[in-house]
């Protein structure tokens, strides 16, 4: 889990109409790509939103680590550096929103917003840390 620190200029609220509107920019670009897949697995805490309601939305079910295939989709809320997707090289993976050292790091991302490395993101459902 990334921590706030000095390096971050800015934070960006991230509030829950956000939220609605990534996941439904991250179900259509699924659907463009015509990506199938088996299941999907969140990367603990942060994937949980949003692999719940891709869940329902994709009528996939949710897996364990145990359960990952090639054809798993791997969800987070966010990918900073890419480090823990750096894991699932063959799997697509989402996120509602990422930074640009993270988004250029790996490949099948998809990321609805991008943002600068020194943003701090604030998720509506995460206590305020500042």
């Known amino acids: 889990m990334v921590q706030m620190t000095k390096e971050h200029k800015q934070i960006i609220y991230y509030g829950h109409y956000d939220f609605l509107l990534g996941i439904e920019y991250i179900e259509n670009k699924l659907k463009e790509l015509n990506l199938k897949f088996e299941n999907i697995y969140c990367i603990p805490r942060g994937g949980y939103q949003i692999g719940l309601h891709l869940s329902h939305r994709l ?32 799997n697509y993976k989402c996120v509602l929103c990422s930074k640009d050292k993270g988004h250029n790091r790996i490949k099948n991302l998809i990321s609805p917003i991008i943002y600068k490395d020194d943003a701090w993101i604030m998720f509506y459902w995460e206590k305020d840390t500042k």
Not at 60 to 79: F, H, Q, S, Y
């Open 59 to 90: 009528e996939l079910p949710m897996c364990n680590e145990v359960g990952i295939t090639d054809k798993t989709l791997i969800v987070d809320d966010i990918c900073d550096e890419g480090i823990t997707f750096l894991k699932y090289p063959n």
